[in-house]
């Protein structure tokens, strides 16, 4: 009933949201649109060309980055990590900031610098064939503060493209169309299936690597693929929306609240809500001063600070 209640909500949730915008247009003729993509008329190809694709990423981006943090924080054992633990995020702006300065495609640039981190990370991590999550978080801690060190340095002669750099590094999907849609799809939905595969994997390592070896999984085979499977999802993810925060670390917090901390049912649960949240994100950083718009990841992290910091709280509250 709740996954039910979640897709409904998320239907709903991206109706509405087609039909708010500078140009506010009522459901009828939202209806009408979806009906015909192809239709010439003015609020059709508002919505058909540029309202439409974005809502649709933002629900595959929030749903990727929710259902990534779930995954790493089951994998660290750890409710404060994120998609971002191990330095994706700093190699995708570091990727995205040369793309911008030599005038390249900064999504690819991006994704391709966000894998080659993660591959970075786990191999340094690695040792005698396993890799210790301790190790593994460290060397993404280490790795992320190299890249933002080179960024830093690609912004300062950067010149001209400052701006876009900057604009890029708070999140935004102002530049969706159907072209990012069809490149994100595919990626962020088989790698959340793949996932949700090893949500029983997942709810076994919570109780240890040692308990989980006893019942038969092949712990270090599921930390590596899981890891290859959050980086394609959170690489495709920063690829074509630059770096939005906190989806990944607050979301699945909300899940197990409503759900509990099984994987089988966090994990989807995680993904429609992620997906709804960054929706209405998405949403309001378009319409809030509207004509101009504010990098989501504005937003984001104006309604996600304030959750993190309770969870801190209630953190220590238990030490």
Partial sequence: MILISLVLILILSMLASTAIGPVSIPLKGVFTALTNLNAQGTESIIISQIRLPRIILAALVGSALAVAG?????LFKNPMADPYVIGISSGAAFGASIAIVVHLSVPVFAFLFAAGTAFLVY???????????????????????????????VMYLAGEDLHQIVFWLMGGLWGSDWGKVTVAAPFIFLGTIGIFVFSRD????????????????????VKKILLVLVSLITGIAVAVSGIIGFVGLIIPHIARLVVGPDHRILIPVSALIGAIFLVWAD?????IISPTELPVGIITAFFGAPFFIYLLRRKRGNI
Avoid: W, Y
Avoid at 202 to 221: D, R, S, T
């Fill in 70 to 74: 779930a995954a790493m924080q089951g």
């Fill in 123 to 153: 191999n340094i991590a690695k040792k005698n064939g396993r890799v210790p999550v301790e190790t593994l978080l460290l060397s993404g801690i280490a790795v992320a503060a190299f890249f933002s060190a080179m960024t830093s340095l």
């Fill in 202 to 221: 997942l709810n076994a390592m919570l109780l240890g690597e040692e308990h989980a070896q006893h019942l038969g999984i092949e712990v270090e085979n």
């Fill in 283 to 287: 949403t309001l950083a378009r319409t």
